[in-house]
T-cell receptor
């Protein structure tokens, strides 16, 4: 089944403890991105990747890192999480970034709480 | 900068009622507009996608319209059911934005009472 898989689904951590949220897609998509969703603000893009080893900042990149060493994986790294990073996180992918407006496929989300 | 607004923020209706959710966007230069459904603790389900050249799309009891020149879209739900209770998100693909980004509204929380 074609899908975007995020892990974990739920995560509770403490301020300053490094964590990684994984995202994997099995559709051979070139484009992947991360969003966060906060009440009253909708989803906002954190980072995106046009292909392996090509990443760029979205609208709210502060406090986050990403890497794209393999086509299928796009982990989101919080080196020193803070309470304001408590949010619902979504990973998304699409076949090729050269086609603008292409439909995005979303993962099921990761609810992160930073105490 | 593209901004998307959804009105109302929350809506409660009795079962069987027809209803309209509204979405507005500030820049008419878009590739397409998409409506999503989000259930608590779950991901996003794409309901309808309207290309910028289209005026509407229909799927079952759902009908979405797009008026690009005025920056508006509506999602019409006919004969609402309790199972329609969810958060509905509107999102646009801005024209010429690098990176295939979607810009989302904050959503409308719908509750259909039985």
């Amino acid at each position: 089944e074609a899908q975007v898989t995020q892990n974990p689904r739920y995560l509770i951590t403490v301020t300053g403890k490094k964590l990684t949220v994984t995202c994997s897609q099995n559709m051979n998509h070139e484009y992947m991105s991360w969003y966060r969703q906060d009440p009253g603000l909708g989803l906002r893009q954190i980072y995106y990747s046009m292909n392996v080893e090509v990443t760029d900042k979205g609208d709210v990149p502060e406090g986050y890192k990403v890497s794209r060493k393999e086509k299928r994986n796009f982990p989101l790294i919080l080196e020193s999480p803070s309470p304001n990073q408590t949010s619902l996180y979504f990973c998304a992918s699409s076949p090729t970034p050269r086609v603008q407006g292409e439909k995005l496929f979303f993962g099921s989300g990761t609810q992160l709480s930073v105490l | 900068k593209q901004e998307v607004t959804q009105i109302p923020a929350a809506l409660s209706v009795p079962e069987g009622e027809n209803l309209v959710l509204n979405c507005s966007f500030t820049d008419s230069a878009i590739y397409n507009l998409q409506w999503f459904r989000q259930d608590p603790g779950k991901g996003l389900t794409s309901l309808l996608l309207i290309q910028s050249s289209q005026r509407e799309q229909t799927s079952g009891r759902l009908n979405a319209s797009l008026d690009k020149s005025s920056g508006r879209s509506t999602l019409y739900i006919a004969a609402s059911q309790p199972g329609d209770s969810a958060t509905y998100l509107c999102a646009v693909h801005p024209w010429m934005e690098y990176g295939n980004k979607l810009v989302f509204g904050a959503g409308t929380i719908l509750r259909v009472k039985s």
